[in-house]
């Protein structure tokens, strides 16, 4: 257990549908990242934060993904009107700006859209 | 051209073998990578770090790194069936990893 958690740790949806996910953070790092990832593949840069700043998006990120961070802890993933193309392992992970940033995974969403 | 690229696999040893993971990527600006251990099912997990050239080790890992070749590699000794797993490689700026290479250590 590194410390990072997210909820819910599986989610099975319709395609169409809304899904929105959480992730808390180790308490005093203050970046977070959310990665995709499918089978075979290694994890998918999604966005960054620096506290409650999203520094950067992915380009090929579909505007149907959003993430906030409001109060520079918890942040949430929504993604709208889901695609079977979603389906994946959403992956958070958080880090201190100092010093080479190691990042700490959480265990992970598991999505299925059918 | 990928910007992290490793030996897809799957790559196989015996026990006890030395296992090699190769890396290599296309930023020259970069300067901090990472080696991370992913179970199937489970989410990456830290092994190691490493920032300047050469070689570091800790354990049966050994990090090396030669930024004028843009390469990285990782070493296992006395290769265990525990080590089975796939192992991706990272290179910081943003975090951008390669798809991995898939080990499985054999009894």
């Known amino acids: 257990d590194t410390g990072v958690s997210q909820n819910p740790r599986h989610k099975i949806t319709k395609r169409g549908q809304n899904v929105t996910f959480r992730c808390d953070p180790i308490?005093?790092?203050?970046?977070l990242y959310w990665y995709r990832q499918t089978l075979g593949q290694g994890p998918e840069f999604l966005t960054y934060f620096q506290n409650e700043a999203q520094l950067e998006k992915s380009r090929l990120l579909s505007d149907r993904f959003s993430a906030e961070r409001p109060k520079g802890s918890f942040s949430t993933l929504e993604i709208q009107r889901t695609e079977q193309g979603d389906s994946a392992m959403y992956l958070c992970?958080?880090?201190?700006?100092?010093?080479?940033?190691?990042?700490?995974f959480g265990p992970g969403t598991r999505l299925l859209v059918l | 051209q990928k910007e992290v690229e490793q030996n897809s696999g799957p790559l196989s040893v015996p026990e006890g073998a030395i296992a090699s993971l190769n890396c290599t990527y296309s930023d020259r600006g970069s300067q901090s990578f990472f080696w991370y251990r992913q179970y199937s099912g489970k989410s990456p997990e830290l092994i190691m770090s490493i920032y300047s050239n050469g070689d570091k080790e800790d354990g049966r890992f050994t990090a090396q790194l030669n930024k004028a070749s843009q390469y990285v590699s990782l070493l296992i000794r006395d290769s265990q069936p525990s080590d089975s797993a796939t192992y991706l490689c990272a290179v910081k700026n943003d975090m951008r990893f390669g798809a991995g290479t898939r080990l499985t250590v054999k009894p």
């Open positions: 992970a958080s880090s201190l700006v100092r010093g080479a940033e190691t990042q700490y």
């Open positions: 308490s005093e790092h203050n970046r």
